[in-house]
């Protein structure tokens, strides 16, 4: 099959490209609904590393999308299902690692073309069923969304039993939706946020507290804590959670930061912390995300919040507007209407 895969040849510049892909055992899905994350504003802004973008560039972007089923080989999927693609491709097995933590798995749009083409051949085994009625402008980052439930269920096998009050670091996507699924989980915890934002905080109205990071004289300790600021956000979230995290307490980093993070490992060690990091996800956290859709549909309701703008692409110069539109969006997810 010929196909037509969008790359990033360099800093905000996309160009079209024409493939040949063997369809033979393979669902095709055309994307319908794709979502910017910050991880692609910096290969696209080309905030990464000379080293990096040379390494990784040209790649089509994106790794949060779903899409319609146009065939399926494997005879798993039938033509017009709705489904959520899955950026991770293992293609090892390990009784200890788990798929996105294996350094031999490739990830869609990081060193690896991403769900900017005109179809998606798959193997069966990277698509999941999204469930009927599923909004798709929030099905479209259900990607972010299985990253918050595999952190989750990691803190969940790490982490010591009192959960009294669990403190989230960042106002923004992750650290919204992170609270979100941990209120689901955890109902008796009380759910703390900090962030640098009043605006971004008062749409986090189903959490038990929220604390401006600048104001916190007086706040109660948290038993356990998890970063989601990312980027440069990162040294004084990290700092502040060694100050207010109970001894013994577990920190979950999500964030990304591009330069290294200094770290008061003296207090680390002092109140006998453990520090752990997540990133990604795996085939079982997209299918116990998709199946949270389906039991608790309020879920979606919630993540609509984040929707903050649906932008439509029919060309390149669209694309290119929807990635220039992300990086002065007052908060939330850039949607992409997929229509190339
Ligand atoms: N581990 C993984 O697999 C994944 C990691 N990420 C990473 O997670 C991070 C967050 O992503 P996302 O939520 O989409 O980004 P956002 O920009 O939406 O959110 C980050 C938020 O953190 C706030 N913030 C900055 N500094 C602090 C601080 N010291 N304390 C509390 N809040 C702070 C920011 O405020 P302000 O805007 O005012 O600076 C912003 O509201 C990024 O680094 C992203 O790359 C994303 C996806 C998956
Ligand atoms: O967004 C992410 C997952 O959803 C991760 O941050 C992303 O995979 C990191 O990749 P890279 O090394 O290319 O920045
Ligand atoms: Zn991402």
Redesign the pocket.
């Known amino acids: 099959m010929l196909n037509t895969v969008y790359r990033l040849v360099a800093p905000r510049t996309i160009v079209p490209v024409v493939v040949s892909q063997d369809t033979a055992g393979k669902v095709v899905v055309r994307p319908t609904h794709l979502s910017i994350?910050?991880?692609d504003q910096?290969?696209y802004q080309g905030i990464?590393s000379k080293e990096v973008l040379d390494e990784?560039l040209p790649m089509a972007l994106i790794?949060?999308g779903i899409g319609r089923v146009v065939s399926d080989d494997s005879g798993t999927f039938k033509p017009g299902d709705n489904v959520v693609m899955l950026?991770n491709a293992p293609v090892e097995k390990d009784d200890y690692v788990a798929e996105n933590y294996l350094r031999s798995s490739k990830?869609c749009?990081?060193?690896f073309d991403g769900f900017m083409q005109e179809s998606m051949v798959l193997p069966p085994e990277r698509v999941v069923l999204l469930p009927q009625g599923a909004t798709s402008e929030v099905a479209a980052f259900t990607?972010?969304v299985s990253?918050a439930m595999h952190a989750i269920s990691r803190f969940d096998a790490i982490a010591h039993g009192r959960r009294d009050r669990i403190g989230v670091w960042g106002d923004g996507n992750m650290g919204y939706i992170v609270s979100l699924l941990l209120r689901l989980r955890h109902p008796d915890s009380k759910v703390v946020v900090f962030g640098r934002n009043a605006l971004k905080l008062n749409d986090f109205t189903f959490v038990d507290e929220t604390h401006l990071v600048g104001d916190v004289a007086g706040v109660q300790l948290v038993d356990h804590a998890f970063e989601c600021a990312g980027g440069e956000g990162s040294v004084a979230a990290i700092e502040q959670i060694i100050d207010l995290i109970n001894p013994e307490g577990t920190v979950s980093l999500l964030g990304?930061s591009e330069n290294n993070v200094p770290i008061s490992t003296r207090m680390v060690l002092e109140k006998g912390l453990r520090l752990f990091g997540s990133?990604?996800?795996g085939r079982k956290d997209f299918e116990d995300t998709v199946e949270l859709y389906r039991e608790r549909p309020e879920v979606l309701d919630y993540l609509s919040a984040l929707v903050c703008s649906v932008n439509e692409a029919a060309q390149i110069a669209d694309i290119s507007r929807a990635f220039e539109d992300d990086i002065h969006k007052p908060m939330g997810k850039t949607v992409i209407k997929w229509n190339m």
């Open positions: 994350c910050n991880a910096r290969y990464r990784k790794h949060e950026p990830f749009g990081s060193g990607e972010l990253v990304v990133s990604r996800s």
